[in-house]
């Protein structure tokens, strides 16, 4: 069965300092990935995708993932924390089978303290 | 831009109620999707349509119904609204390879059955 898997449910960090969010999935197939970022009161946005080109992807606002297929896992990272960085971030995984089927991660809140 | 137009940011409705969330795309996209969102358990797909007049269930379809009678219009119904479909539910909309390029959504609109 294909799923995601959201290591943290919450992440708190200071200003400045590294972020990282974890994602793991577990897929027969060969997936896109995606993570996407939701604001209060704000529909979700795209900040990256991996579609089975180069390895380490680059998205908006700083963020990168980096997708390691032996460790089935797309992490998202971030040098330096902003305030305007806390949100909640989804992982999500498309499967292609008989049609665009879409796994979302249960998400992980993140904080950032000033 | 692309934009996902979901026609209500907060909606209280009665037990019972036959309730409509509407939503509107213009950017010509054929693929639309209906979620519902709920803490811990990250996105969960309720309908979803590739084409007018398709639809097709997702994984949370019991007490919900959709109509896709013109492109960019995509409803989803409530038959008779219960409290335990208090949530929060995120309209989507994709080109054909919206697999490879992800998906665009609306605000959200967050219902309360009471």
């Known amino acids: 069965a294909q799923s995601v898997t959201q290591l943290d449910s919450h992440v708190s960090v200071s200003e400045g300092t590294p972020v990282l969010l974890r994602c793991n999935y577990s897929?027969?197939?060969?997936?896109?990935l995606f993570w996407y970022v939701q604001h209060p009161n704000k529909g979700l946005q795209l900040l990256l995708k991996y579609t089975s080109a180069a390895t380490l992807v680059k998205g908006i606002n700083g963020f990168e993932a980096e997708f390691k297929k032996s460790e089935t896992s797309f992490h998202l990272t971030k040098p330096s924390a902003h305030m305007s960085d806390a949100a909640e971030y989804f992982c999500?995984?498309?499967?292609?089978?008989?049609?665009?089927?879409?796994?979302f991660g249960p998400g992980t809140s993140l904080s950032v303290i000033p | 831009d692309v934009k996902v137009t979901q026609s209500s940011r907060y909606l209280v409705k009665r037990t019972g109620e036959k309730v409509f969330l509407e939503c509107v795309q213009d950017?010509?996209?054929?693929?639309m999707f209906w979620y519902r969102q709920d803490p811990g358990l990250g996105l969960r797909l309720i309908y979803f349509?590739?084409?007018?007049?398709?639809?097709e269930k997702g994984d949370i379809p019991e007490g919900y119904s959709v109509s896709r009678e013109k492109k960019e219009r995509f409803s989803l119904i409530l038959e008779s609204a219960s409290t335990n479909q208090t949530s929060m539910y995120l309209c989507?909309?994709?080109?054909?390879?919206?697999?490879?390029?992800?998906?665009?959504f609306g605000s959200g609109t967050r219902l309360t059955v009471v």
């Open positions: 950017m010509d996209h054929e693929n």
């Open positions: 349509s590739y084409d007018v007049k398709m639809k």
């Open positions: 989507a909309s994709s080109s054909p390879t919206g697999a490879i390029y992800g998906y665009t």
């Open positions: 999500v995984v498309s499967l292609k089978t008989s049609y665009d089927k879409v796994i």
């Open positions: 897929s027969s197939y060969s997936p896109s």
